[in-house]
């Protein structure tokens, strides 16, 4: 049997979830089913997948729930609210591809990988904290929060006080071996959310941290893992634009990792939106030769694979 095309596909918010939506497991069901059917239909095309996706929305509910529930049950832990998002994340998606598989007659197995992500203790960003979550809070608040649990506490943008966790780089796909072995015969979903963030405890083991992974430099991390020959990630753009919203908007439907770079350097791209997707593009495309990344919109999916929509990175 010929080695078929392994693709990692990073699906962004709008891939769970319509804008402005409330967002309840109905209607986050809703929405994910007609995202598999762009899945299912690249599946058919003879492409191996794998699949990661964000959780923000989702986590930040859990753990709403949670803080809320705090007088009569103990509150969850961040790293314990990231593993329940991704199994419920994970039933979604692998309840509606399995369904658009079985209509046109392909029939693979489809199964989640609560999947933990290693991540440096000494990373940097643990003593910088940047990503919020959770609850709004007032000053007052936040102070004796800050004072009883030991969280660092951020204004976030005019809107109250929230605690901030760090945002790590991945460095290791703790169940990479078990996609390995499933590979040929599953599609396999993982690192959802970005991975579950752990540090090694030095006893062969592992120990959860509150921290926030971006899901596509997981996506990243687990495509070279895996020797993928593509990095497909998927957003609410078809191609990624430089002056983006400005009168001299430029699409870009190919560019070299050295643009790519000057694009990023001369702040083209949002930290919180564009920038970690170049970013991660890149990271894969330098990884290995003849690997490349794409950058396109969930509908133009099948399209940027055959070149024919999208970014290209070489």
Same mark, same amino acid.
């Not at 009883?148 to 951020?154: A, L, N, R, Y």
């Not at 895996?226 to 439907?253: G, H, R, W, Y």
């Given at each position: 049997m010929p080695n078929l095309t392994r693709v990692v596909i990073a699906l962004g918010g709008n891939a769970l979830q *319509?804008?402005?939506?409330p967002a309840t497991a109905e209607e986050q069901l809703r929405v994910v089913t007609k995202t598999c059917e762009t @899945?299912?239909? =690249? %599946?058919?095309?003879g492409y191996e997948i794998a699949i990661v996706h964000g959780n923000g929305p989702q986590v930040g509910r859990i753990l709403l729930a949670s803080e809320y529930a705090k007088d009569v049950t103990p509150a969850m832990p961040f790293d314990v609210c990231g593993a329940m998002s991704q199994g419920y994340i994970g039933y979604h998606i692998q309840q509606s591809l399995r369904k658009e598989l079985h209509k046109r007659n392909r029939h693979v197995p489809v199964a989640t990988i609560v999947t933990q992500v290693v991540v440096d203790k000494d990373? *940097?960003? $643990?003593?910088? !904290?940047? &990503?919020? =979550?959770g609850l709004f809070y007032s000053k007052e608040e936040s102070d004796e929060i800050a004072r009883?649990?030991? $969280?660092?506490?951020? *204004?976030d943008s005019g809107r109250g006080w929230r605690r901030v966790v760090p945002s790590p780089m991945p460095k290791a =796909?703790?169940?990479v071996d078990t996609i390995e072995r499933l590979w040929s015969?599953?599609?396999?979903?993982?690192?959802?959310?970005?991975?579950? !963030?752990?540090?090694?405890?030095?006893?062969?083991?592992?120990?959860?941290? +509150?921290a926030v992974i971006d899901k596509d430099l997981a996506a990243e991390? @687990?495509?070279?893992? =895996?020797?993928?020959?593509? @990095?497909?990630?998927?957003?609410?753009?078809?191609?990624? +634009?430089?002056? $983006?919203?400005? !009168?001299?908007?430029?699409?870009?439907?190919?560019?070299s990792c050295d643009e790519a770079k000057k694009y990023m350097a001369e702040g083209h791209f949002a930290p919180g939106s564009m920038l970690p997707k170049v970013k991660? +593009?890149?990271? $894969?495309?330098?990884?290995?030769?003849?690997? &490349? %990344?794409?950058?396109?919109? @969930?509908?133009?999916?099948?399209?940027?694979? &055959?070149?024919?929509?999208?970014?290209?990175?070489?």
């Open positions: *319509e804008s402005g939506s @899945l299912a239909d =690249i %599946s058919c095309q990373d *940097e960003a $643990f003593k910088n !904290p940047t &990503k919020p =979550i009883d649990k030991g $969280f660092v506490m951020k *204004e =796909i703790v169940e015969s599953t599609i396999v979903i993982m690192c959802g959310g970005g991975g579950i !963030p752990v540090i090694e405890d030095g006893e062969g083991g592992y120990t959860g941290v +509150a991390r @687990l495509a070279e893992a =895996i020797n993928a020959d593509i @990095l497909l990630i998927l957003t609410e753009v078809e191609k990624v +634009a430089i002056n $983006f919203n400005k !009168p001299d908007q430029k699409n870009l439907s190919e560019i991660a +593009a890149v990271m $894969f495309a330098e990884s290995k030769p003849g690997r &490349k %990344s794409i950058i396109t919109s @969930l509908y133009s999916a099948n399209e940027a694979l &055959k070149g024919e929509s999208g970014t290209l990175i070489r």
